[in-house]
């Protein structure tokens, strides 16, 4: 009954490969967020995205990109792996409308490049 | 959104209550006062929000100065499981839509 799931749940690749990570939401929420997590434990925002908007962190790489096949999914492309690319990745979910303050986050995806 | 300022870390014994600080003092009129927590390797979990009342709900609760420059999260009563690191984050607006910025937080030991 997961609420926010994310796949796959390790990832190791070499550099410059093209990777994705795919998170889905059965909250109904219209918004959905990634996030990085690097090894010094800081959580970075690097989008949110609903269906009016995507909002990017300026500091992300353009090899990355998140893709919605639908509201109830927001993944993450990379493109051309870096070893600073290692860290764990977050997906979230809220719902913008309404009384809702929380956001939903996804288990992680521990993503190492070598 | 405001920047905040928590201690890096603090220990608790196990059924005490375990009372996190933090100071945004220079946090504005419309800027909310957010707690969430982060247990070793999974994602974030929200705890309580406020804008200047204190709040209750069954996790904890929020005690936010008059002044509105600092506030405390309070576990009533902390159990292993609470081990974590806790967030305080200040941002415009009671909705949930929009990015979140994380400090380093507060990693609390619960200890038995």
């Known amino acids: 009954d997961t609420a926010v799931s994310q796949t796959p749940k390790y990832l190791v690749t070499q550099m410059g490969n093209d990777k994705s990570i795919k998170c889905e939401q059965n909250l109904g929420h219209d918004t959905m967020y990634w996030y990085k997590q690097d090894s010094k434990k800081f959580l970075k925002i690097m989008f949110s995205?609903?269906?009016?908007?995507?909002?990017i962190n300026e500091t992300v790489p353009n090899r990355f990109s998140p893709k919605s096949p639908d509201k109830a999914h927001l993944n993450l492309h990379i493109n051309s792996l870096e070893l600073g690319d290692s860290a764990v990745y977050f997906c979230a979910s809220s719902q913008e409308s309404g009384s809702s303050y929380e956001q939903y986050f996804g288990p992680g995806t521990r993503l190492t490049v070598t | 959104d405001a920047k905040t300022t928590q201690p890096p870390s603090m220990d608790c014994a196990e059924g005490r209550a375990a009372n996190l600080p933090c100071n945004h003092s220079?946090?504005?009129?419309?800027?909310?006062v957010y707690w969430y927590r982060q247990i070793h390797s999974q994602g974030p979990q929200y705890i309580i929000h406020?804008?200047?009342n204190n709040e209750t709900n069954e996790m904890a609760s929020l005690i936010i100065t008059e002044d509105r420059k600092s506030s405390t999260l309070i576990l009533p009563h902390a159990t292993l499981r609470d081990t974590a690191v806790y967030y305080c984050i200040v941002r415009v607006g009671a909705g949930s839509a929009r990015q979140l910025t994380f400090g380093s937080g507060t990693q609390l030991t619960v200890l038995p």
């Open positions: 220079t946090i504005s009129g419309n800027e909310y």
């Open positions: 406020g804008l200047k």
């Open positions: 995205y609903n269906n009016k908007e995507l909002i």
